[in-house]
């Protein structure tokens, strides 16, 4: 099943039995990021706090291994699944092996996923840990940095459990959540999703 149909199979959450999705902590305002911050507002995720019906599980993977502040990571070799089964590493700027704690840090995000019994993820693209869409292919900090097309660790370890997994850039996406939270929420058909932005689309053409 697609993501859209997924979304619009979703039941009408209520106050009394809310819609429970499981966020990347730092999209909802948590200051987790490797810097100490938030990375910014993400407009599309923080609308969620607003309403009733929909309850939010935040968790940060990386602040669970390895704390905050911390060194930036990537997946060297592969991408998040790659990392799962053992085909790919996850290095620090400085060249720490971070493989273990990543895939550690994963399993916890499932066993909330799990627990909680959520029914969506929204997740932050282009994190080592949470990217959903795209991740950077090795380390982001060279002049010559590089994206592909995969899953951060988190992002696979959900997607392999049969959990599904939007990001913050999934604007076509987001607009099929809100109509099933918000009955006056009007869809915005000119909405895209990351994959179909001209951004991805030119850059993986
Ligand atoms: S690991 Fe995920 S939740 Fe934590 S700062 Fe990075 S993107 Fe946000």
């Known amino acids: 099943m697609t993501d859209h149909e997924y979304l619009k199979n979703l039941r009408i959450p209520t106050k009394e039995d809310p819609i429970r999705i499981l966020v990347s902590a730092c999209l909802t305002g948590v200051m987790c990021g ?5 990375y910014g ?3 599309s995720v923080l609308k969620l706090l607003r309403y009733e019906n929909v309850e939010l599980i935040r968790f940060c993977p990386e602040d669970f291994s390895f704390g905050t ?16 089964n053992g085909k790919a590493k996850v290095l620090t700027e400085s060249g720490v092996d971070w493989t273990e704690g990543m895939i550690r840090a994963s399993e916890k995000m499932l066993e909330i996923a799990q627990k909680e019994k959520v029914e969506l993820a ?6 080592a840990a949470c990217g959903s869409q795209v991740i950077y292919d090795g380390n982001r900090l060279v002049e010559d940095k590089k994206y592909q097309i995969g899953m951060g660790v988190c992002g ?16 076509a996406a987001l607009e099929i959540l809100y109509s099933r939270i918000d009955p006056i929420h009007e869809i915005n058909s000119d909405a895209k999703d990351h994959n179909e932005s001209d951004w991805y689309l030119g850059y993986f053409k």
């Open 41 to 43: 507002d993400y407009p």
């Open 34 to 38: 490797v810097d100490g911050t938030n």
């Open 122 to 127: 929204v997740m932050m693209d282009i994190s």
């Open 69 to 84: 502040p911390r060194e930036m990571c990537d997946i060297h070799g592969g991408h998040g699944l790659d990392v799962l």
């Open 156 to 171: 696979a370890q959900l997607t392999r459990a049969g959990f599904k997994v939007i990001s913050q850039r999934d604007f």
